[in-house]
């Protein structure tokens, strides 16, 4: 997966600043920077998580295996069963840790 020129605003407040990355398969990434940096904003942009989010504007380019993921014809759902998230609190649906990993694929 690779972001080049990565820009990502919400309404005037730009977020992300010309984020250039290849983030390798199979490969340990780490993002570290203090609070309020953009990691996870950054993050939410690799599965399409901004999309349903009023007045973001992204800007740039997210490609995996060749593709940029924000093409029209992209199946959101086929991209977030490839791309998998933990987050650090286990809590976006009522459920255990497993139920919240697994519930990605189902869909």
């Known amino acids: 997966m690779t972001a080049r ?9 730009q977020a992300l600043f010309d984020v ?3 983030i390798v398969e199979r490969q340990v990434t780490a993002l570290i920077g203090p609070s309020g940096c953009g990691k996870s904003t950054f993050l939410r942009c690799m599965n399409r998580m ?3 989010i009023d007045g973001v504007t992204i ?3 997210v490609t995996l295996d ?7 014809r992209i199946d959101v759902v086929q991209l977030r069963a490839r791309i ?3 987050f650090q609190k286990p809590n976006p649906f ?9 519930y990605g694929p189902r869909i």
């Open 5 to 13: 020129d990565l820009n990502l605003s919400y309404g005037d407040n």
């Open 20 to 22: 250039n990355l290849d």
């Open 50 to 52: 901004n999309d349903t």
């Open 59 to 61: 800007k740039g380019e």
């Open 66 to 72: 060749g593709r940029d993921i924000y093409d029209k």
């Open 84 to 86: 998998g998230m933990v």
């Open 94 to 102: 009522p459920k255990t840790i497993y139920d919240n990993v697994a």
